[in-house]
């Protein structure tokens, strides 16, 4: 069975950070497009201040 997963913004940030407290499940992953959009722009702000 495949499990289809939708992350959010905060989860996503956390898995890209390596700060998650537990590994995700094997799954199938998606993202909205508003969290795509928060994902570039929190790198974009994190970029700027480095």
């Known amino acids: 069975m495949v499990v289809n997963i939708v992350l959010d913004t905060n989860a996503v940030l956390y898995f890209l950070a ?8 094997k799954a199938d992953f998606y993202v909205s497009v508003i969290t ?8 974009t ?4 201040k480095a």
Do not use: C, S
């Not at 390596?18 to 499940?25: D, I, S």
């Open 18 to 25: 390596g700060r998650l407290a537990e590994p995700l499940p």
């Open 36 to 43: 795509e959009m928060d994902r570039m722009e929190h790198w």
């Open 45 to 48: 702000v994190f970029d700027d």
